[in-house]
């Protein structure tokens, strides 16, 4: 993070927080790295994207959101796993496992499944 104000590099509490809303992650970690231009810090396991940025130093008041954004990788599909093979039931009901990665950290994070062609997507 690059701003301006964030302190002396020793001895500040830094809090900064990050999310659709700008208040849904709080980084972890955080320090003044180059006097008071710029902060370093972990971020926190999450999902989505166009994530806003805030900080406070200090328990100061809080910055304005950023105007940059960062996001987390995508979702990817690697595998589909089902006990009929890939021929599905056109009644449905049937319990799929999709392998992959970037699922976010909560089962609460996937917020839709579809499945089809580019024209089509159920």
Not at 33 to 56: K, M
Request: hydrophobic share 25%; with cysteine; proline share 4%.
């Amino acid at each position: 993070l690059t701003g301006r104000r964030f302190g002396p590099t020793t001895n500040t509490a830094i809090r900064a927080t990050y999310g659709a809303t700008g208040l849904e992650y709080k980084a972890q970690n955080c320090t003044c790295t180059r006097g008071e231009l710029e902060i370093v810090c972990n971020t926190v396991q999450g999902a989505g994207a166009n994530h806003v940025w805030r900080v406070t130093v200090e328990g100061g008041v809080w910055s304005k959101f950023s105007e940059d954004t960062t996001s987390y990788y995508p979702p990817t599909v690697y595998q589909i796993i089902a006990p009929s093979g890939r021929l599905f039931d056109t009644r449905g009901g049937e319990t799929i496992t999709i392998v992959g990665n970037n699922f976010g950290p909560n089962y609460g994070d996937v917020d839709s499944i579809t499945y089809g062609d580019d024209t089509q997507s159920y």
